[in-house]
Structure formats: structure tokens, C-alpha cells
């Protein structure tokens, strides 16, 4: 058995995943997530904060604590959207090499829907005529299918974008929601993806909506693992959360990380609009996505 890391460095969080490998089996030893916010101010800016960077760097030296104590042989790590645009990001790769010796690889939106669609695959059987949909804070992936061919599209939409510019005072009034709504439908009308395919929602968004749906006390993404949430229950979460102010969601909410209550009203208003746009009458969460399929990709 081989003891591997990932290591994803989001946009919004910073996650880890450590698996045992061996052969088809794979078992999970541990999974964590920290908000860490690069992308905040990034929109203005066009640069990583020096602030953000610290909570980057801080989170990853925790993360390292746990992969030597499961004497990991091997880390792949990745960086996405915030990385991918931002003009600082060579330096910041650098600072990682040099403070932490780790090696951060920059994907593609493309890279970053195909080795979701992995993760999500391996864990459930069977899938067909899907459409996975991964939830960032600077871009939406979105995977599917087409003659047997993985097909990866990633928008510039993302919670952290959206909080900036509609939702950085909660709750937000009615011009604010309305003008949301109207950038993620015009984003999405570029996209020409077949409707009616099955819905899978991945990462904090889904998850943190599930946690939700379930009225968790605390987080467990193995009982999220599956379940389908259809679009009035959807809607019914939506209406109620965008009534709540970021201490509000924080007290009602006990499953969803404190640190995502800022974003996780525009990561329903983004998830809801998919639902319509695509005519999804439901969305099944899965737990497992790019983390999952940074592993198998190379086991």
C-alpha cells in the first residue's frame, strides 16, 4: 500500500486529501479544508494579497504536520483559477518551493474539469448523460460527456467574484440578487451544453448546500455523500438563506463551515441558475472531485 497526498490550493480553500493506495482499493486517512480566500481583492487588484498568501502558506504548513505523520511518499499539488490569474503567481509558487518544498503545478480550467470528472467517477457507478458541476471562488467547471469523450468548460463565475460585487453586506437587497442572477444566466448562455443530463454538484458549495438540506450539527460529508436535492427544495433553501446576514447563516447553519457563510449565498444563486438553465429537476452531492482524481490520475 502507498500512502499519497493531494493538495488543492482553491480559490476560496486550501484542501488536503491523504489515500492509501493499493491496486483498485482506495482508502481515504484523512481530509481537510481551510477557507483561505486567495482570490479575495484578486478581481481589483490582479494580484494574490500579501495577506491572502500568508493564510495559504500557514494552512499548507498544517497540512504538512499531517502528511508526515502518515509518512506520505508522494504530494501532488495543484493551483487554480486565483492562480491562474494572477501576476504574482510565479512568485508565489516560488515562496511555496522555497518555505515549504513543495512543488504547486498550475492546471487549466479544462485539466481541472477533466481530473474532477475522475474523482467523481471511481466513487460512483454507473454514471451516464451526467453533467458534474464544481463550484469555485473564481471559476465553475463543468463536466460531461460526449461520445465517450470527457468534455471540461470553465467560466470566469465564481462565489468569491460574485460576494465581491453583489453580496458583501448580508442580506443583500433585491436589485442586488436580481443583477446576480442576470450575470450567471448571461455567463451560462455561452455555454452550449445538452440539457436534461444528471446533475452532480462537487466542493464547498454542494457540499455546504447538503449540510443544509440535512440540518447537520456538524459537518459529514459521508452522509452528504449522495443524497439529491431537487430544485423546490432548492429554492425553498435559497429563500431562506438570502434573508440571513452572515451571523445569522453562521447560528442556523451548524454543518457550514463558518467561513463560507459569506459565499454561500452566491454559490446557491449560481447553483440554482444551472438547475434552470439546464433543466435539472434535482442535484445529487458527491464528496469526491478533484482531490480524489489528482490521485488517481497518476495510481
Known amino acids: 500500500m502507498v500512502k499519497i497526498a493531494a493538495l488543492d490550493l482553491g480559490s476560496n480553500s486550501?484542501?488536503?486529501?491523504?489515500a492509501d493506495i493499493s491496486g483498485e482499493k482506495f482508502n481515504t486517512l484523512?481530509?481537510?479544508?481551510?477557507?483561505?480566500?486567495?482570490?479575495?481583492?484578486l478581481e481589483e487588484n490582479g494580484f494574490i494579497s500579501d495577506e491572502a498568501k500568508k493564510r495559504v502558506i500557514?494552512?499548507?504548513k498544517t497540512f504538512l504536520k499531517k502528511i508526515k505523520k502518515h509518512e506520505?511518499?508522494?504530494?501532488?499539488?495543484?493551483?487554480?483559477a486565483a492562480m491562474r490569474d494572477s501576476s504574482n503567481t510565479d512568485e508565489f509558487i516560488d515562496e511555496i518551493r522555497r518555505k515549504l518544498d513543495i512543488e504547486v503545478e498550475i492546471i487549466t480550467g479544462q485539466q481541472e474539469g477533466i481530473i474532477t470528472s475522475l474523482g467523481v467517477h471511481h466513487f460512483m457507478d454507473n454514471l451516464q448523460n451526467y453533467l458534474i458541476v464544481d463550484i469555485g471562488g473564481r471559476s465553475t467547471e463543468f463536466i460531461y460527456e460526449d461520445n465517450n469523450k470527457v468534455i471540461?468548460?470553465?467560466?470566469?463565475?465564481g462565489v468569491v467574484t460574485l460576494t465581491e460585487k453583489y453580496f458583501s453586506e448580508l442580506p443583500t437587497n433585491r436589485d442586488n440578487i436580481v443583477?446576480?442572477?442576470q450575470q450567471v444566466m448571461d455567463a451560462l448562455s455561452n455555454l452550449k451544453i445538452p440539457n436534461a443530463k444528471l446533475l452532480i454538484?462537487?466542493?464547498?458549495?454542494?457540499?455546504?448546500?447538503?449540510a443544509i438540506h440535512l440540518e447537520q450539527d456538524r459537518f459529514d460529508e459521508d452522509a452528504?455523500?449522495?443524497i439529491e436535492i431537487s430544485q423546490l427544495e432548492m429554492t425553498n433553501i435559497k429563500n431562506i438563506v438570502q434573508k440571513l446576514s452572515e451571523p445569522e447563516i453562521i447560528t442556523k447553519f451548524n454543518g457550514v463551515d463558518p467561513k463560507r457563510a459569506k459565499t454561500i449565498t452566491s454559490g446557491i444563486v449560481i447553483l440554482e441558475n444551472i438547475m434552470k438553465r439546464y433543466e435539472n429537476f434535482s442535484i445529487i452531492i458527491s464528496k469526491n472531485d478533484i482531490l480524489e482524481g489528482l490521485i488517481l490520475k497518476k495510481y
Request: aromatic share 2%; charged share 20%.
Open 14 to 18: 486550501t484542501r488536503l486529501l491523504i
Open 179 to 181: 443583477k446576480a442572477e
Open 72 to 80: 506520505v511518499v508522494e504530494v501532488f499539488a495543484v493551483g487554480t
Open 58 to 60: 500557514k494552512t499548507l
Open 152 to 157: 471540461s468548460h470553465s467560466l470566469d463565475l
Open 224 to 226: 452528504i455523500h449522495n
Open 201 to 210: 454538484g462537487v466542493s464547498g458549495t454542494a457540499t455546504s448546500l447538503g
Open 30 to 41: 484523512e481530509r481537510s479544508h481551510v477557507v483561505t480566500k486567495m482570490a479575495e481583492g
